[in-house]
Nanobody
Framework: QVQLAESGGGLVQPGGSLRLSCAAS????????MGWYRQAPGKQRELVAT???????NYADSVKGRFTISRDITKNTAYLQMNNLKPEDTAVYYC??????????WGQGTQVIVSS
């Protein structure tokens, strides 16, 4: 059973930075995609960024130029570097993975609060 362990959330002032980590373990099959989604109170979960084998990345328009997704294959870990954070970035951030047989897994989420 794949487990995704997120870390790095917290409280930060507007304009600040945070780095989220997502460590995958227990995967039997190769993980092809990893991504970050977020869900703000009263809103649907939305895509933030994804990274696939080969390093190709995709970002939501709202975070382009501020967030960077990366992946360390050797550590089976994905990262989300978030800079110039805004109050509207406040949400629970979830890690997602997809493997070579099409199975998808989610982490438990980590809270990010951007407030002065």
């Amino acid at each position: 059973q794949v487990q995704l362990a997120e870390s790095g959330g917290g409280l930060v002032q507007p304009g600040g930075s945070l780095r989220l980590s997502c460590a995958a373990s227990g995967n039997r099959y190769r993980i092809l995609t990893m991504g970050w989604y977020r869900q703000a109170p009263g809103k649907q979960r939305e895509l933030v960024a994804t990274i696939i084998v080969g390093g190709y990345t995709n970002y939501a328009d709202s975070v382009k130029g501020r967030f960077t997704i990366s992946r360390d294959i050797t550590k089976n870990t994905a990262y989300l570097q978030m800079n110039n954070l805004k109050p509207e970035d406040t949400a629970v951030y979830y890690c997602n993975s997809g493997d070579q047989i099409g199975a998808e897994h989610w982490g438990q989420g980590t809270q990010v609060i951007v407030s002065s």
